[in-house]
């Protein structure tokens, strides 16, 4: 077991030894694989005479340098990694190590699962393979052999090119060569019996690329979506960016035993099988729209990561904010931008501020580390892409691209930082980016307060912008951030009035306190539009001022987080009313909102949506309440049964007061067969919506549910079909178990299908929730070592069933708790995401905080903890004694 020490930022220093080739064998066997490692060490630092290199968890079989064999006494081993003595420029260095990828349950490394051999390197499981210099600065030339003699068919992969495939007597041989200088994370080896789908893409400079997509056999038609989402993203990529593809093959590999989404490594991709495999009866849209998504982002990573790097893993956002930007863009490109952006501010809102006022707040470009695996965060990648958003925002798409430009013409086949990216943009744009820069240094979400003051005599109205950056758990001092807030002002009639204040339409916020003055009186102001920065507006709007939004605003976002405004205050006044019932002294609670009059707003807001002239894109969205995290906004801590209460009260009063009107918007079903197209995706949002509401309204109720029950019978599509049993999940456990046993019936044999079963059961409201999830646990399709089936039925359990984790006595966490304890043993890196829910103690009330916290103390003190869940509970801990 290796330490569990914090690594910093600033303790950089550049590698004493270069690695300029690799060379790897490996003798693949399950449960014993010999790796022969042949590298050519070059050394930089002068006064260097040792070199370290990373490894863990390898049985070391021998050693040797230049040809001569070194006797232990010759090497320092320890459980983190080997040390010799190299006092020359130039050596080659010769290891050999056994694995055992049949054991390999935590999926880092080289690991064995159905048949199949698959590695997943990134961050640090290069040195579980073998000892090397495990770092992104050290880019090296590989050449790999696989070898194995327990399968004639096999596809046995790498990167770059294939050399030769041949055969040693019952050996079969597959040598590759990757032409391009890669750090050891983006290595990769897939060997075992797929499916192939293929397909060619001919770049602008007119090079043949063949596509090779690598399906679990009897899956090829599922592949059809990906492949296409893949030629899309090759040909934006040229048009957006004038990037090409670089190898003669393009790879992509799909397996149900992966740890996250996917994995960009260099020429041949891994996948998760759940964003690769889709069709219209086994796919939602959202799948389909994920994949599409998930495959473009590995994609781009092939400049931005793979060609420039990082240099090291405190510049992660790096690639992957910058990535995400770009697959954000695309996925705008090629589906709806409304939708797309209103789905990327929500996982922002409601994971990445949430991240940020618990224990593991890190500005996106951390400071420390102690497990890098717990960095894939929503803050580094998430944040991270609003960060380039703003910065394109700021320089405009032409500037961005100069700046794109020159970042790929400095760097290209180098491992650079985050300044360095800052560097590109601020040189070729001509453009002083000095204080934009902090918002890779500081953690924390900026809560702008905004205030208004009319000048009647001069008619005109001051606008002042009042910064506040709350500390946060890991760093006390903030400064203000320069912050564009792209705004405009609607006067009483809804016209936009012209403020020449605005660069861009954006007022820039850039220190404690910036006031704007604006022509004319009587102004509704319309706020972040398309949230142009990663904080929170503070602007007290009166109820008519936001709904004057959602009539006349320009802009369909500004509709939306208007309309989440109206929901969230109605919301926030229940709560207030429910919890000073149960406590007399809580009348302070909520300043004004309490006394709000939540049926007269429903009632109104629910007219504008009926009379208004809508467009069914927009609808879908003003039609959907606030989740929790962003409904809560402004409060500190919340009892989470009573603020689930009022949320549901608001959803049903809403229902009341518009749901009569939904059975009729129902578009007749089977309208056409399925397509997965803009039109068709939002026909079948808008749906389910209607259906939604038509069942919680109680005069329509009976007749949406016999509608729920056909049309679930009768869809040709699983979106559909998702979404009447969402519906019945809330309002008719009968129906719902009836459907879902029907629906096991017809997909109990499919494991990526299964999944969406398994998370609808997680997330059911039932007061023996937790004897139904040991019964889950228990099911055919269910193992603790598959993370997709523990992400579905734990996953889902602990981040969206409210009323089951959250229990008065603590059940719901204990369930967690002892799960966390053992699925830590099997993949300490899943265990690390799922313990989230629990870390976030304290924002709730009593007795919630003491017995979420209690479950915390639990963890942090049992013993062989991982280094991944060591670091979260321990910082917890110390978060919250501070
Ligand atoms: N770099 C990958 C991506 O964003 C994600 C990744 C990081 C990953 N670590 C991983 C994937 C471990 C699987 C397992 O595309
Ligand atoms: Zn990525």
Not at 13 to 39: N, R, Y
Not at 302 to 312: A, I, K, L
Not at 362 to 385: C, L, Q, S, W
Not at 484 to 496: M, Q, R, Y
Request: aromatic share 10%; proline share 3%.
């Amino acid at each position: 077991m290796a330490e569990h020490i914090v690594k910093r930022r600033l303790d950089y220093e550049k590698p004493d030894f270069l690695i300029s080739e690799t060379a790897l064998t490996f003798d693949l066997f399950p449960e014993k694989t010999v790796v022969t490692s042949v590298l050519l060490v070059k050394r930089q630092n002068t006064k260097a005479s040792h070199i370290t290199l990373d490894g863990e968890e390898l049985c070391l079989v021998s050693v040797s340098v230049n040809d001569k064999a070194l006797s232990s006494d010759e090497y320092e081993l320890n459980a983190s990694g080997l040390k010799l003595c190299i006092d020359c420029d130039s050596v080659e260095l010769k290891i050999v190590t056994e694995i055992n990828p049949k054991q390999n349950t935590s999926l880092e490394g080289l690991y064995y699962t159905q048949d199949a051999y698959c590695t997943q390197c990134e961050a640090e499981g290069f040195r579980k393979i073998t000892y090397y210099l495990d770092r992104p600065d050290v880019l090296s030339i590989f050449t790999v052999t696989i070898r194995t003699t327990d399968a004639p068919n096999k596809y046995l992969l790498s990167n770059g090119n294939l050399v030769k495939r041949y055969k040693e007597g019952d050996t079969d041989i597959a040598v590759w060569h990757d032409p391009h200088p890669k750090p050891s994370y983006l290595f990769a080896l897939v060997a075992g019996d797929f499916d192939l789908l293929v397909d060619t893409f001919i770049t602008r400079s007119g090079r043949v690329v063949n596509l090779e997509l690598y399906l679990e056999k009897g899956r090829l038609q599922q592949g059809q979506h990906a492949l296409d989402s893949l030629k899309k993203a090759m040909k934006w990529d040229e048009d957006t960016y004038g990037l090409e593809y670089d190898l003669d093959v393009y790879m992509v590999v799909a397996v149900d035993f992966f740890n996250m989404g996917a994995m960009e490594n260099k020429g041949l991709n891994v996948f998760n099988s759940k964003f690769v495999l889709a069709d219209a009866k086994t796919a939602t849209d959202e799948d389909f729209f994920n994949i599409e998504s998930i495959i473009a982002h590995e994609y781009f990573h092939n400049w931005t990561g793979n060609r420039v790097t990082c240099r090291d893993w405190f510049q992660l956002s790096l690639k992957e904010g910058l990535t995400v930007f770009r697959d954000q863009q695309f996925s705008a490109d090629m589906s709806s931008y409304l939708s797309t952006r209103i789905s990327q501010v929500k996982v922002m809102r409601e994971h990445q501020f949430v991240e940020d006022t618990g224990p593991m707040s890190h500005p996106i470009r951390p400071d420390e580390v102690m497990e890098m695996n717990n960095f894939y965060t929503v803050t580094v990648y998430d944040k991270g892409a609003e960060v380039i958003r703003m910065l394109h925002t700021l320089l405009s798409a032409e500037g961005f691209r100069k700046g794109m430009d020159l970042y790929f013409a400095r760097h290209d086949g180098e491992a650079v930082t985050c300044d360095d990216f800052v560097d590109a943009m601020a040189t070729a744009n001509n453009m002083d980016l000095q204080h934009f820069r902090q918002w890779y240094s500081q953690s924390g979400t900026p809560l702008i307060a905004v205030s208004k003051k009319e000048n009647d005599l001069a008619a005109t109205t001051e606008f002042t912008f009042t910064q506040v950056n709350p500390k946060t758990a890991d760093q006390k001092e903030k400064s203000p951030l320069f912050v564009p807030i792209v705004a405009e002002f609607l006067d009483t009639s809804g016209k936009v009035v012209d403020a020449p204040s605005l660069t861009n339409s954006s007022i820039i916020v850039n220190e404690q306190h910036n006031s704007f003055s604006v022509e004319g009186t009587n102004l509704t102001p319309v706020l972040l539009d398309k949230f142009s920065a990663p904080v929170v507006i503070d602007y007290d709007y009166s109820i008519p001022e936001l709904l004057h939004i959602i009539r006349y605003a320009s802009s369909s976002y500004a509709k939306w987080d208007a309309s989440q405004r109206v929901f969230s205050a109605c919301i926030q006044a229940r709560y207030a009313m429910q919890i000073s019932n149960a406590t007399p002294r809580g009348d302070k609670l909520i300043n004004n909102r309490n006394t709000l009059d939540v049926q007269g707003v429903l009632s109104e807001y629910a007219n504008v949506l009926v009379n208004a002239d809508i467009e069914g894109d927009v609808l879908v969205e003003l039609l959907s309440l606030p989740s929790t995290e962003t409904a809560r906004t402004g409060l500190k801590t919340i009892d989470p049964i009573a603020f689930e209460d009022a949320s549901e009260y608001v959803q049903k009063s809403f229902a009341e007061h518009i749901g009569g009107h939904a059975l009729a918007c129902l578009s007749a079903s089977q309208v056409a067969t399925y397509q997965y197209s803009v039109e068709q995706v939002n026909q079948r949002a808008l749906n389910a919506s209607w259906l939604k509401l038509a069942v919680l309204n109680e005069d329509t109720r009976n007749a949406a549910l016999l509608e729920i029950e056909q049309r679930y019978i009768q869809s040709d599509n699983m979106t559909d079909r998702l979404n009447c049993l969402k519906v019945c999940q809330i309002e008719n456990i009968d129906l719902f178990d009836k459907l879902m046993s029907s629906f096991e019936q017809e997909f109990g044999h499919d494991a990526v299908i299964m999944d969406k079963w398994f998370g609808l059961h997680a997330t059911t409201k039932r007061v023996d929730i937790l004897a139904q999830l040991d019964l889950l646990r228990a099911h055919g399709q269910f193992t603790i070592n598959n993370p997709n089936k523990v992400r579905a039925l734990i996953g889902s359990f602990a981040f969206y069933n409210t009323l089951g984790f959250h229990q008065k006595h603590g059940a719901g966490y204990k369930y967690l708790g002892d799960y966390l304890l053992d699925l830590d043993k099997v993949n300490p890196q899943v265990a690390s995401r799922i313990v989230t829910p629990l870390l976030q103690f304290e924002s709730f009330n009593e007795p919630y905080k003491s017995l979420m916290k209690s479950q915390i103390e639990r963890i942090f003190t049992s013993k062989g903890l991982s280094r991944d869940l060591f670091e979260k509970a321990s910082k917890a801990l110390t978060s919250s004694a501070n």
